[in-house]
T-cell receptor, first 115, second 115 residues
Framework: ETGVTQTPRHLVMGMTNKKSLKCEQH?????MYWYKQSAKKPLELMFV???????ENNSVPSRFSPECPNSSHLFLHLHTLQPEDSALYLC??????????????FGDGTRLSIL | AQKITQTQPGMFVQEKEAVTLDCTYD???????LFWYKQPSSGEMIFLIY??????QNATEGRYSLNFQKARKSANLVISASQLGDSAMYFC????????????FGAGTRLTVKP
């Protein structure tokens, strides 16, 4: 039990499909993050939400659309994805993001494959 | 520019021996935090240990210790008494300054523990 739960664990979709990734944290944290992990590349930060407000969007294509309805839930809505979007998508949460000593706690990830 | 460098793509260690995983970083911010994470094949990123830039002593957490050499900008992870379950990817990461949500990760080192 990691405290951060991601569903689904695996997702295969066509380029024209629309799907959503879900993340839920049970740690009482007030910041949540989406990361993309591609093969042979460092982890890439995609979006950051602090107190349910988006505070960072790292030049992510508009085919990825995040949503944070409350401090415990984070979604990543996917539409018209490309084959290069196939990757492991990791959700994380942390307490007090304004302090650099706070670790981020990660979920197990969703492995996404685009056909 | 690469902020975090892990020069060892793969490392092997004999069970029960100690191993050092290298990490160097680049920052001009006097306040920063350094983190090490373990990622087993299941995908989850597990937080291991934290070192703050102003910490006078090297961080330790059980079998994990951090060899922090500030002048050299290195933060090597030392795992003592390696176990088979330590086989995984290990990532070094850094957050710079307060009010910064961006955590930068290195490319990782794959550690294999041999029986």
């Amino acid at each position: 039990e990691t405290g951060v739960t991601q569903t689904p664990r695996h997702l295969v979709m066509g380029m024209t499909n629309k799907k959503s990734l879900k993340c839920e944290q049970h740690l009482g944290h007030n910041a949540m993050y989406w990361y993309k992990q591609s093969a042979k590349k460092p982890l890439e930060l995609m979006f950051v939400y602090s107190l349910e407000e988006r505070v960072e969007n790292n030049s992510v294509p508009s085919r990825f659309s995040p949503e944070c309805p409350n401090s415990s839930h984070l979604f990543l809505h996917l539409h018209t994805l490309q084959p290069e979007d196939s990757a492991l998508y990791l959700c994380a949460s942390s307490q007090d993001p304004e302090y650099s000593n706070q670790p981020q706690h990660f979920g197990d990830g969703t492995r996404l494959s685009i056909l | 520019a690469q902020k975090i460098t892990q020069t060892q793509p793969g490392m092997f260690v004999q069970e029960k021996e100690a191993v050092t995983l290298d990490c160097t970083y680049d920052t001009s911010d006097p306040s920063y935090g350094l983190f090490w994470y373990k990622q087993p094949s299941s995908g989850e990123m597990i937080f291991l240990i934290y070192q703050g830039s102003y910490d006078q002593q090297n961080a330790t957490e059980g079998r994990y210790s951090l060899n922090f050499q500030k002048a050299r900008k290195s933060a090597n992870l030392v795992i003592s008494a390696s176990q088979l379950g330590d086989s995984a990817m290990y990532f070094c990461a850094m957050r710079e300054g307060p009010n910064n949500n961006d955590m930068r990760f290195g490319a990782g080192t794959r550690l294999t523990v041999k029986p």
